[in-house]
């Protein structure tokens, strides 16, 4: 059987309470990938849409095919796959439909068929040959079992294939809240893997728990993606961009030479202050945030983590990164195992000596093919909460630490820092002052909104 009009949909309606703008890439990737094996296909984004799903669908609709990456919105994504007509196949894909294979057939009996790690190729396979047992990575139904075959090899990022943005019905702008920016974003991936070993971290591998082997693109590649994308701001979504410095030394000089004026945004590791020579080049090529994973600030506790450096390392390599006009945007963990609660808060006042710009602050999470799982099983008085994997202690709470990240954030983001991560924003070019005033409204507005909720939640404990 081979499939011959296909729909590709991204399940979700807010996906996340603040930042909702980002487009499904990995979505993309499959649409790419079975675009010239289809007569037609159509990508939908289910947050940019109004009208119901059933108006994306016609009588010559046999192909749909979901990213199913997080766990949130569940009732509106099952509602999603039950409102397919039963005629039509229904897969799914992505990270959350990976580590929950056999529970999403149980809930939802309109899953025809899971894909298991990479899509793209399993995709290919799929409008070819139908639900098939000869397709390695798929999972699916017949007569009544649920058949799971091989796993399928992980295979190197290539450097000839990439999503074709002519296949979007909508323009992705940065949003916050309920603030809509001018700036238009897009996502681009230029190497697959992390070649590091975290002990925290469950990116380094798939999800099936599989280590992936670190890949890259070649530069020319990249540039020639690079120039398809309208945005004029790009995130790379790389778990590491900088593992190779010579090979990102080699993208800048190429973005130099084609005159390409655009900004990008990428997950690094502190290590590229060791390479100022290269900073140098990415502050000319248009690189412009820094997305860094620091995790914590105490040495038991990055020592513990495996990351390779430590505090006294952190600040000499923050010496050499404030030379530099990037915006640093830095992970923090909340609830490192072994740190109390005075410990957690620590991560302000180190922000602050470091020249932060902004912190991105996580409970620690153990998800289902984490090796922190079995460092939790070793230790009596810390646990794991079922529903969503966050890691706890009789000590603390996960309410708790939700309370400790609310801290943190406010105590982090004080008006010397708001005004240096603005002023970084006009000198790339990204803010105006008119647009500054706009921002400084929004914020007062939202503010005043969350005092006046305050007062009118204690005055009922009051009137009580």
Known sequence: MSYKNALCIYPYKKELNTVGFLPPIGLEYIARAIENLVETIKVIDLRYEKEPIGSFIDNDTDLVLMSHNWDVEKEFVEGTI??????ITVILGGRHATEHV???FRDNPRIDGIVRGDGEEVAKEIVEKGLSPDIDGLSFRSNGQIIHNRTRMLEPVRSDFYPNRKL???KYIVTLDEFVSDIQIDFILGSRGCPYNCKFCDFK???LGEKRKWSIRTPESIVSEIKTI???VIGFADDIFTADMNWVERLCDLIIKEGIKKKYAINTRLEVAKRPDVLRKMIKAGFMVFLIGVESAHDKTLASMNKGFDTAKVRAYFEVLKRFNFIYHCYFIIGNIGETRNEMLDVVEFAHELGVDTVGLSVLRATKYSPLKEMVKQLDDYHIEQDSGKVYSDMLSVEDLQQIRRDVNASFFTIPVILRVVKKMILHRLL??????????FTARRKIKKMAKKRTIRM???VR
């Open 82 to 87: 039950k409102s397919i007509p039963e005629n």
């Open 102 to 104: 056999d529970e999403l």
């Open 168 to 170: 979007r019905r909508y």
């Open 205 to 207: 591998f798939n999800p």
């Open 230 to 232: 309208e945005a004029g």
């Open 432 to 441: 105006t002052l008119g647009r500054v005033y706009q921002i400084i409204s």
């Open 460 to 462: 009922g404990h009051v």
